[in-house]
């Protein structure tokens, strides 16, 4: 097991080098962000050069990815163009999309499985029929209509919540921006959950565990959704890097200042270090959850083993 | 059985954070109430952006950051907020024989926030640092006019620069320093209300740093917090000592990033000014706010601009290509279909703000600018046709929903010509790439252009766009009669003379029709029944001190 960790681990180091550049290389190929910065006024030569060499935008690419890469490793994200470092951004803006990929990760979970179980058991019946057709709306209905809709509906008509959540991000307020973020994941959590059980439920072990004369409960929980959870699992740590990174229209909608917003932000004004910075975190990120999830495995099903 | 633990224990986590959140929920209602508790205090809640640059006086180009400079800054002149007038502000006079040798004398007692007085190094040091090459301020070209600037700022690539301080500026006491021109500029005195001529104080030269992250200023307020990125709280300063002090206790700006989500929540209570209302929200804007809901014309011209450096524009005929153009474009109707009125099909290259004394002339364009579908096919045919039998406009499609207007546009175009290829739009994914490609010279057709005032003067919607080798003359215009007729304006002794001197030049663009006049942008937002005596400057941005809180 440590040794495979260990080699997880190595195997990391390409893949983040690999993705970084890549990052990177888009992002300059988004054009010269100078020109912009100056508005519809056309910059003067002498002070564009002058922001040109203050950002090593004069460099070929491989060298302005070395000296980015040799700053990375000192700490130093880099600036954005008003002034604030990277990192600075990051620290206000990674908490505020942690908190908001639990809320909408714990509604996966929660509702996801449940509903998953309940429509798994009880195939073909009414509340399979109708959950099914439920998950088929929230699929097919984009995130920004349904943020719109409900943001409308408890902010502005019932008045239950703020439509806007404040720049601190409190548990409390991300509530409903984390369901509309949760939604489609949570639809495909019921489906995957909803197939698992019903494939496991005519499995040998079950009938052996069910002959035993185990209670029903322990029947469920031990051994139908054990087994049943694997490729749950995998789902929801893959879908973890892909919330704190897709969080973009729900954080505008909600208009919170997390990884999104700034993600936007940099791609709007070609400010390749936040762009570089932030996906860089989710690429790490990413990787982290995939080899959790692989050691996960071992824990849902022992027969599993690493070597 | 190691395993059934973990499960157990992710469950008991999972329980926690459920109560938690539950427990969260049931606070819901208490912290909305207290917001709303703030406002009690007579404090604004405003919608706010991000601004793009550190907030500086000569580095902030765009309206976000220029709010917050407007704020907490007051400069030698302020224009007045309904009629755009340069009026003195912290200047008692300014005053020049020759219009290129100006004498400013200063008003004593204005100090800035912090306690330091307003001095006339104030000034000095704040335009030497501006101008310097080394601190690659944004804004350093609105300083071109005073002599030494070259010297301080070479313009050309790679130049170094030779002196630190402009030789233009010479301080006689504390409260008076003469300026000298490089040219003869009558309107000089009044682009002094620009916000990159603001003064510094001396707190801004020991600790730059320091005083980008709370910047200190001498206007009707000051900065209490501010949470880069979200949220910015200003005071009424009590110890401004000016004419206009704020009416409310504060101003609060929220930086939101979806001007939707600022109208809903305006809508739903929590938000008290929006100046920013979404198109989407434009039909059904006057029944949600009624008269809360303003709509005025603001300094902003969109046109339509050519490449006259590229060989398809350059011909002697291409003009009246252009002129056909222009006749082409129903304005009236794509200002109300697509607009819904918050546009104002435009007349001539200048801005209504601006005032019939301040060089604003309806109808100055005259036939070229009004739509005439016989007349537009008749010139374009004169004129040798399309260039290549089609056009496209060029926009960038990442901010602004141009799309929609260049459509329409060319919709307009395509219907008059009889053939519905004839215009196309042309999508330029990022404004960066956008503004690369004009500043390269790399498009060879029409594009999008448009032009917010720097100050309300008729020189500024002239100028920078139209004299050969200005600032931001996208199409590379150049005409010798244009730059003479802006040459004499410029050396005028009254500012009337030098007006309609500005007129006879414009009427020189009628005829080489370098850019098309399209539609003057109106400043539209909506505020809360909390709020009374709200209006638009003609920049327009809300005139935050004159708000009163209920």
């Keep these: 097991m440590g040794r495979y960790v260990i080699r997880r681990l190595l195997q990391m180091i390409p893949v983040f080098i690999g993705s970084t550049f890549l990052i990177f290389f888009m992002v300059y190929a988004l054009g010269d962000p100078v020109a912009a910065l100056f508005g519809d006024r056309a910059p003067d030569p002498a002070t564009a050069a002058q922001i040109r060499a203050d950002l090593h935008l004069n460099d070929p690419l491989w060298k302005q990815y070395l000296i980015y890469m040799r700053n990375i490793f000192t700490g130093d994200f880099g600036t954005a163009f008003n002034g604030q470092s990277v990192l600075s951004l990051m620290g206000s803006a990674f908490p505020v999309t942690i908190r908001l990929t639990v809320v909408a990760i714990i509604f996966e979970i929660v509702i996801g499985i449940a509903l998953g179980v309940l429509t798994g058991m009880k195939r073909g019946k009414p509340v399979d029929t109708g959950v099914l057709l439920l998950t088929l709306v929230v699929i097919s209905v984009p995130t920004f209509v349904t943020g719109y809709v409900l943001q409308y509906l408890f902010g502005v008509q019932l008045g239950w919540t703020s439509p806007s959540v404040s720049p601190e991000a409190p548990f409390d307020e991300l509530i409903l921006p984390g369901l509309v973020l949760a939604l489609v994941s949570l639809a495909y959590v019921t489906r995957l959950t909803r197939t698992s059980i019903a494939e496991n439920t005519r499995a040998d072990y079950l009938r052996t565990a069910v002959a035993k004369g185990l209670p029903r409960h322990r029947i469920i929980i031990r051994h139908l959704l054990r087994n049943s959870l694997i490729p749950v699992v995998t789902f929801i740590g893959t879908d973890i890097g892909f919330l704190m990174g897709g969080a973009i229209v729900t954080e505008r909608i909600f208009n919170i200042h997390g990884v999104g917003f700034q993600l936007y932000q940099g791609i709007l004004r070609n400010n390749a270090p936040t762009v570089v910075g932030f996906v860089t975190i989710l690429v790490l990120v990413f990787l982290i959850a995939n080899l959790l999830v692989d050691l996960l495995y071992a824990v849902l099903d022992p027969r599993i083993r690493y070597a | ?550």
């Design chain 2, 1 to 550: 059985m190691r395993g059934a633990t973990r499960v157990k224990w992710a469950v008991g986590v999972t329980a926690v954070a459920l109560t938690a959140a539950a427990c969260g929920s049931s606070n819901d209602s208490g912290g909305s109430s207290s917001s709303t508790g703030g406002s009690g205090g007579g404090i604004v809640r405003a919608s706010w952006g991000d601004p793009q640059n550190p907030l500086e006086p000569a580095d902030t180009t765009e309206v976000q950051g220029g709010k917050v400079l407007d704020l907490i800054f007051r400069g030698l002149k302020k224009y007045n907020p309904k009629t755009a007038k340069a009026e003195n502000m912290i200047a008692s006079s300014i005053t020049s024989t020759d219009s290129q040798n100006f004498d400013i004398k200063l008003k004593s007692g204005w100090t800035f926030s912090n306690g330091e007085p307003v001095t006339s190094d104030s000034f000095i040091n704040a335009w030497n640092f501006d101008t310097q090459l080394k601190n690659s301020q944004l804004n350093a070209s609105f300083f071109q006019y005073i002599d030494g600037y070259d010297k301080v700022h070479p313009d050309a690539t790679g130049a170094k620069a030779t002196a630190t301080t402009l030789s233009g500026l010479t301080k006689v006491s504390a409260t008076e320093f003469k300026v000298r021109l490089n040219q003869k500029f009558a309107l000089f005195p009044d682009t002094l209300g620009y916000a990159a001529f603001y003064p510094l104080p001396q707190a801004f030269f020991t600790n730059r740093k320091a005083w980008e992250a709370k910047p200190i200023g001498n206007g009707p307020y000051l900065i209490s917090s501010y949470a880069k990125g979200s949220k910015m709280q200003l005071q009424k300063w009590n110890g401004y000592k000016g004419p206009d002090p704020a009416q409310n206790g504060g101003v609060e700006l929220r930086v939101y990033t979806d001007n939707n989500t600022a109208y809903t929540d305006l809508q739903a209570g929590n938000l008290d000014l929006v100046d920013d209302v979404p198109v989407a929200q434009l039909p059904n804007v006057k029944s949600d706010l009624g008269n809360r809901y303003i709509n005025v014309p603001a300094g902003i011209i969109q046109t339509i601009a050519f490449p006259l450096y590229s060989s398809r524009w350059s011909s002697a005929n291409a003009a009246k290509v252009r002129q056909g153009l222009s006749m082409a474009i129903d304005r009236k109707g794509i200002t109300q279909q697509i607009f819904r009125q918050t546009r104002t099909p435009a007349t001539d290259w200048t801005s209504p703000v601006l005032g019939a004394a301040g060089g604003f002339k309806a109808g100055l364009c005259g036939d070229e600018c009004t739509f005439n579908p016989t007349k537009a096919k008749q010139l374009i045919a004169q004129g040798g046709g399309l260039p290549g039998g089609k056009i496209t406009i060029s926009y960038n499609a990442d901010t602004g929903s141009h799309k929609e207007w260049i459509d329409a546009v060319c919709n307009s175009i395509n219907n008059v010509l009889g053939n519905n290829k004839a215009c196309v739009g042309a999508p330029i994914g990022t404004f960066a790439d956008f503004r690369n490609r004009i500043t390269n010279k790399q498009l060879n057709d029409p594009f999008r252009a448009g032009w917010q005032m720097d100050y309300p003067l008729i020189q500024d919607f002239l100028q920078p766009q139209y004299f050969t080798d200005a600032s931001s003359n996208d199409s590379h215009y150049s005409s010798p009669t244009f730059d003479k007729l802006v040459n004499e304006a410029n050396a005028a002794t009254s500012s009337a003379d030098s007006v309609s001197k500005f007129q006879d030049a414009e009427r020189q663009l009628v005829i080489d029709m370098p850019a098309i006049p399209l539609w003057y942008q109106n400043g539209s937002a909506g505020f809360s029944s909390n709020l009374s005596n709200v209006a638009l400057n003609p920049f327009s941005v809300p005139v935050y001190n004159e708000i009163k809180v209920k």
